[in-house]
Structure formats: C-alpha cells, structure tokens
C-alpha cells in the first residue's frame, strides 16, 4: 500500500479561492486522494509540523473548514524525534524552507513514497537535495502514480 504525506498546502487547497483552472484541477486532486484513504486504498501519514501550520491559519471560516477536514481523517501520526532537526539543518542548505524541511525529514523519518504539494517552489527545491522521498504534487500522484 502506499505511504504518502501531505503538506499543509494540501490540506487548504480545497478551500482555496478557485481563481483558475489550475487551482481547481489540484483541488480535486486532492480530494481523490482524500477519498482513497478513505476507501483504505493509501495511506497518509501527518506530523506536528502540519498540526503547527495547521494552528497558524488566519482566515476564521477557511481555518474551521480545513480543521474540519483535517480533524475527520484518522491519519497515522509520525512523532518527533531529536534526528527530524539534524535532517531539518541538511535540507535548509537545499534552500528548503524551515518548515517544509520538517515535512520532508518526518516523512523520510518514517521511508514513506511520497510527498505531496502544491508548492511549486518546494517541489523545484527538492530537486536540487538528495531526498529520501519523491516530492510530487497531488496532480502529478493522480496521473502517474494512482
């Protein structure tokens, strides 16, 4: 079975504001995905660092909406550990930023398939490291993956 993580972004993209096609095309990706876990055909994995981003949105309905969402899954949660730092200082000098790194070494902390985004920058980024993981975005795993 595959082993995937999500990101944050992945979380509020279904929420988002459809301003074009694009945006729309993800979001239903996303949602596919969702209901694959749900039919226990993968599964996804979560961290704190998504609980933390998670805590962070300012946007009252949207946050409501995307906690919901988060809160009706029953994800299977990767603690932290003391390791998730090291890796995290590795993958700052990718140009990764801070709190996408924690992404990244929970889900290769746990050898999961992949990582998906919307974050077009992080996936670029983590081309540039050597990643124990596929970053992809939730498009990409519908088309090549599922």
């Known amino acids: 079975m595959l082993r995937i993580y999500l990101d944050n972004c992945c979380y509020n993209r279904p929420f988002d504001e459809i301003r074009n096609e694009k945006i729309k095309i993800e979001s239903q990706a996303v949602e596919e995905i969702i209901g694959k876990f749900v039919k226990k055909e993968i599964q996804i994995f979560t961290s704190g660092a998504i609980e ?61 398939d992949y990582l998906l985004t919307v974050d077009k920058k992080l996936i670029n980024a983590s081309k540039r490291g050597s990643l124990k993981i596929k970053v992809i975005s939730p498009v990409e795993f519908i088309m090549e993956v599922i």
């Open 52 to 112: 933390f981003e998670l805590s962070r949105i300012s946007e009252g309905s949207k946050k409501r909406q995307v906690e919901d969402l988060y809160d009706s899954l029953d994800l299977l949660s990767i603690p932290y550990t003391n390791n998730l730092d090291k890796r995290v200082d590795e993958l700052e000098e990718y140009n990764i930023h801070f709190m996408d790194a924690y992404h990244i070494a929970y889900a290769e902390s746990k050898n999961l």
